[in-house]
């Protein structure tokens, strides 16, 4: 009564070529990219947040009795993530991490 359905098989049509873009790897800088959200190509905008780098150095200095250095990762962007943005549409591309 019940019959499954026809199994169908893919079509492979000779001579066409599929090309993939590879976006570039974003590190601390802006970067040139194509959102994945509003399709434009675009410089993205960086904005950097606490990240688990920043509390691992400050942990650190409060165990070996710096605790007045302690707070110097929050204020330092080398020590934070990276977050990148689409200056379109606003929406997160990236979030560089440092570990």
Do not use: Y
Not at 3 to 21: A, D, F
Not at 25 to 36: A, F, I, K, N, S
């Amino acid at each position: 009564m019940n019959q499954p359905p026809p199994q169908t098989q893919p079509t492979i049509t000779p001579g066409v070529t599929q090309v993939v873009i590879q976006q570039p790897l974003l590190r601390d800088v802006p970067g040139q990219m194509m959102c994945p959200h509003c399709q434009v190509p675009v410089l993205t905008e960086t904005t950097h947040a606490t990240g688990l780098v920043t509390w691992v150095i400050c942990g650190f200095l409060c165990f070996f009795m710096c605790w007045p250095c302690s707070l110097i990762p929050f204020c330092v962007d080398s020590c934070q993530d990276v977050e990148h943005r689409c200056p379109n549409c606003k929406r997160v591309i990236h979030i560089h991490k440092l570990m």
